[in-house]
């Protein structure tokens, strides 16, 4: 099987007018896209394959010494890049092995602990920023005292737990964004992988002041869990209630007066000790499937992340490490971290010796029934070959 293999080169976009697949014609409508494998020139219809090429293979995009400055695609062999229909079948029983040695979810994700500096919303696509901050989240919000401390019983009920560090956007209209990630309480304790997600509404209500606030939402009951796997949007208010959480000495009778079934969140906000309470009204938490495709390396639903069908990545370690520390009080039993390790290594083991290199067609599909068993080719229905088919996952 030894071939050689050699990188393509990048088209130059004034070599073609026709798309090389369906000879489309280029037009302002018809936009002209290149396959990160073999470099040639597509309409957008040929090349609707999203998966990972290998680092010696990835085409690069020709880039002068100011775009190299600004920013760097040079990682880009770790995530699902656009392939045309032509090169899609070579790669694709490289997937499940690529995912399991190159891709965000399997590289360690780096936190200082000790850091001071104010998250930010995540405007670019990278899910281990949001571990990063929800971790510092963590951290922070369990060594303050007051309203702002999240109390260690509130994570013992927690179904699950959503993460945001939200901005303010005031230069053209008064609106706030954010981004972050959920995560589930999985039937035996421990938590889901992460899901990134984002928020976003208008009427904040003028209680915060404060440019950025890191917010922590516990859900409370199994149908707000519900509502982030089966929905894309979550509209708060209508969907998601949610009510400042308790704190001290109101933390037991609180909980057994918001916990009535529905849909329901406890918020606790880290804003410069300003009051934020239940002000979460008319925004929306929507998901950010490309964020979880960059992260994962493949198209992967909420749905599955949080319900545990998706193994949990090495990624998201510091984060499960800082609730542990909440959970236990600093006493984190070891064992708790060694099955996490061991969950990491046969995912890992079940990827690349299963089939990283088979060709046989069936190689990449021997992983762990949550990782491959479902994913896309059946599920997808009668567009299974394109493995960034738009579905509403
Ligand atoms: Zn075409
Ligand atoms: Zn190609």
């Not at 760097?72 to 092995?97: E, H, K, T, V, Y």
């Not at 917010?215 to 009951?221: D, E, K, R």
């Not at 964020?291 to 499960?320: C, D, M, Q």
Request: charged share 25%; hydrophobic share 35%.
């Amino acid at each position: 099987m030894a071939m050689m293999v050699r990188r393509a080169i990048w088209q130059p976009d004034s070599d073609v007018i026709r798309c090389t697949q369906c000879a489309k014609e280029f037009s302002y409508k018809v936009y002209k896209h290149h396959c990160r494998k073999c470099g040639l020139i597509f309409c957008d219809e040929c090349t609707r394959h999203k998966l990972i090429v290998p680092e010696e293979e990835l085409v690069l995009r020709p880039r002068n010494w100011m775009q190299e400055a600004v920013s760097s695609d040079l990682d880009n062999f770790r995530a699902p890049q656009r392939i045309c229909d032509g090169c899609a079948p070579s790669l694709r029983d490289l997937q499940a092995g690529l995912r399991a040695t190159v891709s965000r979810a399997y590289m360690d994700t780096l936190v200082d602990l000790d850091s001071k500096a104010t998250l930010v919303p995540q405007a670019d696509f990278y899910l281990e920023n949001e571990i990063r901050n929800a971790t510092l989240m963590c951290t922070r919000m369990s060594k303050t005292e007051g309203e702002e401390k999240i109390p260690k019983e509130m994570l013992d009920i927690a179904k699950g737990v959503v993460f945001l560090t939200v901005a303010k956007m005031g230069f053209m209209f008064t609106g706030r964004y954010g981004t972050g990630l959920v995560i589930s309480r999985l039937p035996n304790g421990t938590w889901s992988a992460p899901s990134a997600i984002t928020i976003s509404g208008m009427g904040w209500g003028l209680q915060v002041g404060a440019e950025v606030t890191d917010v922590m939402l516990i859900l409370s009951t199994e149908l707000a869990v519900e509502t982030f796997k089966s929905r894309g949007q979550v509209s708060i208010g209508a969907e998601l209630g949610v009510s400042a959480g308790p704190y001290g000495r109101s933390v037991e009778s609180d909980l057994t007066a918001g916990n009535k079934g529905a849909a329901h969140a406890f918020s606790y906000a880290h804003s410069q000790g300003l009051y934020f309470g239940a002000s979460l009204e008319a925004c929306a938490i929507g998901q950010r499937k490309d964020v979880n495709r960059t992260f994962y390396g493949e198209r992967v639903s909420a749905s599955k992340l949080l319900s545990g069908e998706h193994p949990i990545p090495l990624g998201a370690e510091p984060l499960y490490k800082a609730l542990d520390l909440i959970l236990y009080e600093g006493n984190v039993p070891p064992e708790h971290e060694e099955a996490r390790q061991r969950i990491y290594r046969e995912s890992v083991a079940g990827a690349t010796g299963g089939g990283g290199g088979g060709g046989d067609g069936s190689g990449g599909r021997k992983m762990g029934g949550g990782e491959e068993g479902g994913r896309g080719l059946s599920s997808f229905g009668p567009k299974k070959d394109i493995d960034d088919d738009g579905s509403d996952l």
